[in-house]
């Protein structure tokens, strides 16, 4: 399995010069399975370049999944731009899994942010099919592939995504606070994986003026790679104030704890 970084910034784009290395787009992730079939999660501005790479690659899947961790505007607002939406044979799966789902109603809010107000061109004018996926349930199997979910502390709530595959598998938490101590129930679902990508948008020190904006610090991060002994970590969601000169210090020192830890760049793929 691979997974490639499209966005690994969280809250708002940012562009500026000193940015260029750990990118600036917001969340999208590309997930390769072994046999070649490509799946999405999140649609943040990253989502752009990830269309644009997909049709240089001839991408010809007849359908797409493109799973979400929930809806704040980091985690779609690319969806317009998503070349392969405007090709009418594609079928692209909208898939909002686990219970509890704070939304009533999926389609809306895709159809909402391509309102006249927002955008110029609708959703139905896009010109794939698209169907709109919501279930209750917290995992879902199909031939050798598992996918898990689990709801995460965040403002309107989030979800954490586990996919097993060929024995191998990733888990993805973004959006996520813990709180004073680390959720247990995190530590668990992430047993195991080869690769933990994990958000931390702060530094202990600013987590501390911003409990209940629903983020991590990169010590959480760590902590939880190592108690649930994931064999890589890749931290993303990188705050926006954040430079490239501060998050290579960042890194250096993450490193230092646990090795085998990255923090996310633009276009970073992850073999595993
Ligand atoms: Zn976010
Ligand atoms: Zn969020």
Same mark, same amino acid.
């Given at each position: 399995?691979?997974?490639?970084?499209?966005?690994?910034?969280?809250?708002?784009?940012?562009?500026?010069?000193? #940015?260029?290395?750990?990118?600036?787009?917001?969340?999208?992730?590309?997930?390769?399975?072994?046999?070649?079939?490509?799946?999405?999660?999140?649609?943040?501005?990253?989502?752009?370049?990830? $269309?644009?790479?997909?049709?240089?690659?001839?991408?010809?899947?007849?359908?797409?999944?493109?799973?979400?961790?929930?809806?704040? =505007?980091?985690?779609?607002?690319?969806? +317009?731009?998503?070349? +392969?939406?405007?090709?009418?044979?594609?079928?692209?799966?909208?898939?909002?899994?686990?219970?509890?789902?704070?939304?009533?109603?999926?389609?809306?809010?895709?159809?909402?942010?391509?309102?006249?107000? #927002?955008? +110029?061109?609708?959703?139905?004018?896009?010109?794939?099919?698209?169907?709109?996926?919501?279930?209750?349930?917290?995992? =879902?199997?199909?031939?050798?592939?598992?996918?898990?979910?689990?709801?995460?502390?965040?403002?309107?709530?989030?979800?954490?995504?586990?996919?097993?595959?060929?024995?191998?598998?990733?888990?993805?938490?973004?959006?996520?606070?813990?709180?004073?101590?680390?959720?247990?129930?995190?530590?668990?679902?992430?047993?195991?994986?080869?690769?933990?990508?994990?958000?931390?948008?702060?530094?202990?020190?600013?987590?501390?003026?911003?409990?209940?904006?629903?983020?991590?610090?990169?010590?959480?991060?760590?902590?939880?790679?190592?108690?649930? $002994?994931?064999?890589?970590?890749?931290?993303?969601?990188?705050?926006?104030?954040?430079?490239?000169?501060?998050?290579?210090?960042?890194?250096?020192?993450?490193?230092?704890?646990?090795?085998?830890?990255?923090?996310?760049?633009?276009?970073?793929?992850?073999?595993?």
């Amino acid at each position: 399995m691979k997974i490639k970084f499209y966005g690994t910034r969280g809250s708002i784009p940012v562009c500026d010069r000193d #940015y260029l290395e750990f990118g600036g787009n917001t969340t999208s992730i590309k997930i390769t399975r072994d046999d070649g079939r490509i799946s999405i999660l999140d649609a943040g501005t990253g989502i752009r370049n990830l $269309g644009n790479d997909l049709i240089k690659e001839g991408f010809d899947q007849h359908e797409l999944f493109i799973g979400f961790t929930h809806f704040h =505007w980091d985690h779609i607002q690319g969806f +317009p731009f998503f070349a +392969p939406a405007y090709n009418p044979n594609l079928v692209i799966n909208i898939l909002a899994m686990g219970k509890d789902r704070n939304i009533d109603n999926l389609q809306g809010i895709f159809e909402g942010q391509m309102k006249p107000e #927002y955008f +110029p061109v609708p959703l139905e004018g896009m010109g794939a099919t698209f169907n709109y996926l919501k279930t209750d349930r917290d995992s =879902w199997k199909r031939n050798d592939a598992k996918l898990k979910v689990i709801k995460q502390n965040h403002p309107g709530d989030s979800y954490g995504y586990r996919l097993e595959d060929n024995d191998k598998t990733v888990v993805i938490c973004t959006d996520i606070e813990h709180g004073d101590t680390i959720n247990p129930e995190i530590v668990e679902f992430c047993k195991g994986a080869d690769l933990l990508v994990h958000e931390a948008q702060y530094t202990s020190k600013e987590l501390e003026s911003h409990r209940g904006w629903g983020h991590s610090s990169y010590e959480q991060a760590i902590e939880v790679a190592e108690r649930a $002994g994931v064999k890589k970590l890749a931290i993303t969601h990188h705050d926006p104030e954040h430079n490239d000169l501060f998050l290579a210090k960042i890194e250096k020192k993450c490193q230092k704890r646990f090795p085998n830890c990255v923090l996310a760049r633009e276009k970073m793929e992850i073999k595993f």
